[in-house]
């Protein structure tokens, strides 16, 4: 039983398109995150919820809406797709509430290429 | 704010021998710190981190990091390297709990026969 899931694992778009990335986690945490990793691995936050409300929205462009109908769900809207967009989109979730190191659960990731 | 700086992108070792990857960190209090690691086409995994106490801290798979305020740094090793080690190490540092969590640019660890 996966602990972090994401759908889709793999999305080859045209440039132009809207499209919509899917996380789930059945740990019971309080917060879940968006992370950009592009082609040389680097990893950047992008969004973070907490219990359904957005905490953390770094310098990303407005067609990335993130929305979180629950504290268990964190999706992904991308509209407009364009080539820079292309990277393995990562979901994570944490526990903040629970005192100690904010540690991190990932997902295995969505490949997104845009064409 | 805080930055990560993972000396080395690539670091390659031969089976058997000791492993050690270089983290760095910037932080105007004292940091939270950690180490994941990523398999090809996975998602990361902690191997260890360091919030308060003990400077050696021990994490899965036979990895340490120790804890060095003096040198700001927080560096990982392993005594000696299997070849399933082979990944991309990523170190990173948070200024609290509730804090984001910012991640070096990653080491990809070679394991020579």
């Known amino acids: 039983d996966t602990a972090v899931s994401q759908t889709p694992k793999y999305l080859v778009t045209q440039m132009g398109n809207d499209k919509s990335i899917k996380c789930e986690q059945n740990l019971g945490h309080d917060t879940m995150y968006w992370y950009k990793q592009d082609s040389k691995k680097f990893l950047k936050i992008m969004f973070s919820?907490?219990?359904?409300?957005?905490?953390i929205n770094e310098t990303v462009p407005n067609r990335f809406s993130p929305k979180s109908p629950d504290k268990a769900h964190l999706n992904l809207h991308i509209n407009s797709l364009e080539l820079g967009d292309s990277a393995v989109y990562f979901c994570?979730?944490?526990?903040?509430?629970?005192?100690?190191?904010?540690?991190?659960?990932f997902g295995a990731g969505s490949r997104l290429t845009v064409l | 704010a805080q930055s990560v700086t993972q000396l080395g992108s690539h670091v390659s070792v031969s089976e058997g021998a000791l492993v050690l990857l270089r983290c760095n960190y910037s932080s105007s209090v004292p940091p939270y710190l950690f180490w994941y690691v990523q398999y090809p086409n996975q998602g990361l995994q902690l191997l260890l981190k360091y919030t308060t106490g003990a400077t050696l801290v021990k994490g899965i798979n036979g990895f340490e990091a120790e804890f060095k305020k003096s040198e700001t740094s927080f560096h990982l090793t392993k005594p000696s390297a299997h070849m399933s080690d082979a990944a991309e190490y990523f170190c990173a540092v948070s200024e609290g709990r509730d804090d984001k969590i910012i991640f070096g640019k990653g080491t990809r660890l070679h394991i020579l026969p």
């Open positions: 919820y907490n219990n359904k409300e957005l905490i």
């Open positions: 994570a979730s944490s526990h903040l509430q629970g005192g100690g190191a904010n540690v991190l659960t």
